[in-house]
Each structure stands twice: as structure tokens, then as C-alpha cells.
């Protein structure tokens, strides 16, 4: 049995799959802060939705920064808790079976550049704009080499380290402590959004400039109905001068709330297909 796990700072999602087509009905958890609780919790749920057949080989999405080996969660903004916590070799240990670590949105991106919203695409840039923001550079399939990962929200959209960064303007953190509400709650007509398009536009004219993809791929809760209009950031982008004319498609994400469970069934494929 295959298991794929979405971490999320608030709920952690979990499913099973016998042959990694077909996700069995997600288990739906908390996420404690304490990491020892939480660890536990995630053992109990993957063993909960496995049920009697034995574990071989789990995928796990992390929202934070990874050690190099992609065994450690180093640093993890929303949960504090985690920092340093040996994600991979905890698991491995008490279930007996083999962890495949990844930073959720590098995850989601996989996900979505084979199975999602950028399939058929050499080169995706796939972003998220949620709770905080990232996003991953997947080239023919697979993530893009990098020696800690992608954090792409820590972009400073301005001339020097004073000015705040692509994630302190548009994440959904940013926008709750800026207006004291959930940013659902202010509406879809709320001028912030138009204000958020353009911000969103240069961080993309940014993107494009350094990764050179064939298609962007934008994810994350800020990018809902009530979100972010995706014809507001298109026209705006269109809009800033640049030196290569070629503006890449710009599509929203298409793997929904578990995407980040179909995404680890994505890579635990890659893993079985190159018969590690």
C-alpha cells in the first residue's frame, strides 16, 4: 500500500492508494504544533488509511524549508514547532516503510505540471498564493535542481531589504493581519484584489525573467473566486515592458484541495517507474 500525506498549517491530509492511480477516501487531521503529537497523529492516520495491508512507501508534502538531503524540516513558518524535526527518519522508523520528503509547493507543482493545469508544458512555473506563497520550476516533469529548494515569496518587490516581500504583500496572512477579516470575508468587488493583480504581475514579469517557463500555473486560496483575478494579473502583465516578447500561458491550478494528495501519488509513480 502507498500513503500520501499533505501537511498544511492548520489540517493535514492523508490517503492510501494500492496502485497509484486511484487515492482511497482521504483522512482529514488537525495539525498539532507540537511536532512529537503531531508525528504521532500522522502515524495513526496512515496506518488508519492503509487499513490491514502493509505500508511500503509514503510521500509527504512539508510546508517549509528542507534539509538538503530532504530528510529534515529545517525551518517551517506557520508550524515552529517542527523546526529541525527528522520528518523522514521518524516516519520510517516507526512504520517500517520508506518516506519521500518534499516542500508541499515544489510537491503541488509536480502534481500539477503532469497530472494538472500545466500538462503538456516543457517547462512549468507553478505558484501558490495561500496562507503564505511559493512555488517550484519542474522542467520535463520533473522539480529543478536546487540546493535548499524554491522560495520564491521571499522575493523583495522593491530597492533594498526594507521593502517588503512578494509574500508580506499578497499572502492571505498579509491580508488578514492588513484588514483584521479572513480575505474572504472582504468580497469579491474589495479593490484589494486589483491592488494584489498588479503586485502579482511584477512578481511574474520576475518569474519569467529567471525561469523562462512555457506556462505559469497559479494555485493557492488567494487565487479563488473570491481571490485574485486572473484576467486583472494577465492584463497588467501584459502591460510591463521586457526585453523577450514571449509572455507564457497563465492558467490557475486544477487539482483542487487534494492536490497536494494526488501530487504525492505523482511522485511516488516516478519513484516505482525508475524501479527505486
Known sequence: MYVTVDIGGTKTRIAASRDLIVLEEPVITDTPQDCRAALDALVSAASIAAGPTPITDI????????????????????LPG??????????????????ILENDAALVGLGESTAGAGKGASIVAYITISTGVNGVRVVDGDIDRAAFGFEIGEQYLG???????????????????RFGVHPRDLGKAHPIWRELASVVAIALHNTIAYWSPDRIVLGGSMMNEI?????EIVKRLQALPRKNPHLPEIVRASLGDFGGLWSGMVRLRKERTLGR
Open 59 to 78: 510521500a509527504i508534502g512539508a510546508p517549509g524549508v528542507l534539509s538538503r538531503d530532504k530528510r529534515i524540516l529545517v525551518h517551517a513558518p506557520n
Open 82 to 99: 517542527w523546526n529541525g524535526a527528522a520528518i523522514a527518519d521518524d516516519i520510517e522508523k516507526e512504520l517500517r516503510c520508506r518516506v
Open 159 to 177: 530597492v533594498d531589504a526594507t521593502a517588503p516581500t512578494f509574500e508580506q504583500l499578497v499572502s492571505g496572512r498579509a491580508i488578514s493581519d
Open 227 to 231: 481571490g485574485i483575478p486572473l484576467d
